[in-house]
């Protein structure tokens, strides 16, 4: 059996090229793509050729990370998922694939396809929010209200934190922030001119000027969650890093996927916080290369794009 994946053979330069699917294990299942996403803050610096990597690129390289399918079989020792069953996957940017069922996420039917795709990375800032552990009275600052800082802000919320302050230089962006609770969205400019402080702090910006800020505006023993991947730039510590003795640590993938997807459909079926209209553009698959060009020259860029896959064949 094979499927349709694309692929970047060079930088800026994408391929829908069809390989060879692995045979279905034991304990697999072979999942048809229905949807799938652009995540802008971590694809484009690949497609570009900037990201910053502690491994060199290597091409033909496999895109993407998120997708939402419809089961089509089952290996022999799956029990807990059957063909038809809607699940999340990470097998990037391809038509179907075969993945291990103890890495898939059972969808309920209920939940949208949009919504059921943000269970990732709901689930990448749940697990550095837990490091941090807030309490509901500690206010907490949230620099950058990209995909990544929204869900943060969406997240906390969850978890009981009452405010929550952004830095976001984008004014549709900070709209944005405030729809989903934020206390207050202050630009950079102004944020610097404020006296405040504050205990938590998330960096979600991947932006030095950013994070700089953030140091800046620390409590003594303040502590730092770095959530952007750093694919944009270096982050740099200040004299503020040392002077207030704060405390920083990193955070990348999930805490546990399936456990956090028990949780996170019950409560986005019932928050009533439109998480799944940060997904601001719906392109077909068949579009990605020249979506991806596009986006790399684009400003602002949507926070993230809806990927379908119902024409693929």
């Known amino acids: 059996m094979k499927c349709r994946s694309l692929l970047l053979t060079a930088p800026r330069r994408l391929s829908w090229e069809e390989i060879d699917v692995p045979d279905l294990q034991d304990n697999d299942v072979l999942i048809q793509t229905q949807v799938g996403a652009i995540s802008i803050g971590s ?29 089509l079989k089952c290996g022999s020792t799956v029990t807990l998922l059957h063909p038809g069953d ?33 269970v990732i990375l709901t689930c990448d800032v749940a697990k550095g929010i837990r490091k941090l552990a807030p309490t509901p009275e500690q206010r907490v600052v949230i620099t950058g209200a990209g995909a990544i800082g929204l869900l943060t802000l969406a997240m906390l919320r969850a978890y009981g934190v009452q405010t929550i302050d952004m830095v976001e230089p984008v004014a549709h962006r900070r709209e944005v922030a405030y729809q989903l609770g934020a206390a207050h969205v202050w630009t950079p400019d102004v944020f610097a001119q404020t006296e405040n402080r504050y205990p938590i702090g998330l960096e979600c910006s991947s932006n030095n000027a950013a994070f700089t800020l953030l140091q800046e505006h620390m409590d003594e ?48 079926q019932t928050t009533g916080l439109p998480i799944e209209h940060l997904f601001e553009e719906t392109v077909s698959a068949e579009t990605l290369p020249e979506t991806f060009e596009r986006l790399a020259t684009q400003s602002p860029r949507p926070l993230k794009v809806l990927v379908d896959y119902s024409s693929q064949p």
């Open 43 to 71: 694809e484009l610096p690949n497609y570009m050729g900037t990201a910053r990597h502690s491994d060199p690129f290597a091409f033909p390289m496999m895109t993407g990370y998120e997708n939402m399918g419809t089961i």
């Open 86 to 118: 809607r699940v999340v996957a990470f097998y990037g940017h391809r038509t179907c694939w075969v993945t291990n069922a103890e890495r898939v996420i059972a969808v309920p039917s209920t939940v949208s396809d949009a919504q059921a795709l943000l």
């Open 221 to 268: 023993g303040g502590r730092i969650c770095i959530l952007a991947d750093g694919n944009l730039e270096p982050l740099s510590l200040t004299s503020a890093f040392h002077e207030r003795e704060l405390t920083i640590v990193a955070s990348s993938d999930g805490w546990d996927y399936q456990a956090h997807g028990a949780w996170y459909f019950p409560w986005v």
